[in-house]
């Protein structure tokens, strides 16, 4: 079975300041992971997704996330954090890819201090 | 491109009346549709998906039915809502093709009072 764990449920960074947003996976098989972010009264939309090539994945906003087996994570950072960043994120992992399986976390809020 | 429809935005409804919202999709074929629900804190939760027109799969058991009266159409349904069936309920489509992308809607806020 798959289960994803996101560290923090709120998540505050100053403007300029490096953002990074932990999540951890559980997975029986290779595993697609995902970062969606969620702006208010909106629905998902998809940031970035691993599977199975490179193990650095660049997403969209220069968003990008590691993944790192050894660790079973695949946290997601940028840089340089900007006011319009502030959402909820959501990490997700399915089994081989399956859409009708796809397991997210409970969500990160991500504050954006002036 | 493709676009999807979901209403009404904003729903406040008495314990015990019914339920109808509805999803659409346009600019694709014989996508896989869901309907998610999602509660402060704890993430999204599967209601249930479709793979065609009158395939319906429920990931738990509930209060809600969902149908697919047409291929882009998605309808989540009950008789009688609960008091716990608030939420924030959001649709979303997929190529069916096992890419792990889900395309959401904009959602819709039920209050049941």
């Known amino acids: 079975a798959q289960s994803v764990t996101q560290l923090g449920s709120h998540v505050s960074v100053s403007e300029g300041a490096l953002v990074l947003l932990r999540c951890n996976y559980s997975s029986s098989v290779p595993p697609y992971l995902f970062w969606y972010v969620q702006y208010p009264n909106q629905g998902l939309q998809l940031l970035l997704k691993?599977?199975?090539?490179?193990?650095l994945v660049k997403g969209i906003n220069d968003f990008e996330a590691e993944f790192k087996k050894s660790e079973t994570s695949f946290h997601l950072t940028k840089p340089s954090a900007h006011m319009s960043d502030a959402a909820e994120y959501f990490c997700a992992v399915s089994a081989e890819g399956r859409d009708d399986k796809i397991i997210f976390g409970k969500g990160t809020r991500l504050h954006i201090l002036p | 491109s493709q676009t999807i429809h979901q209403w009404p935005a904003t729903l406040v409804q008495p314990v015990g009346s019914p339920l109808s919202l509805e999803c659409t999709v346009e600019?694709?074929?014989?996508?896989?549709l869901y309907w998610y629900r999602q509660a402060a804190g704890r993430g999204l939760q599967l209601l249930f998906y479709?793979?065609?027109?009158?395939?319906i799969s429920s990931e738990v058991p509930q209060n809600l039915s969902a149908s697919r009266p047409q291929d882009r159409q998605f309808i989540l349904s009950s008789k009688k809502l609960l008091l716990s069936d608030s939420g924030f309920y959001l649709c979303?489509?997929?190529?069916?093709?096992?890419?792990?992308?889900?395309?959401f809607g904009e959602g819709s806020r039920l209050t049941v009072l």
């Open positions: 600019g694709t074929s014989n996508p896989n």
């Open positions: 691993y599977t199975s090539a490179a193990t």
């Open positions: 979303a489509w997929s190529r069916g093709s096992d890419t792990g992308e889900l395309f």
């Open positions: 479709s793979v065609g027109i009158g395939q």
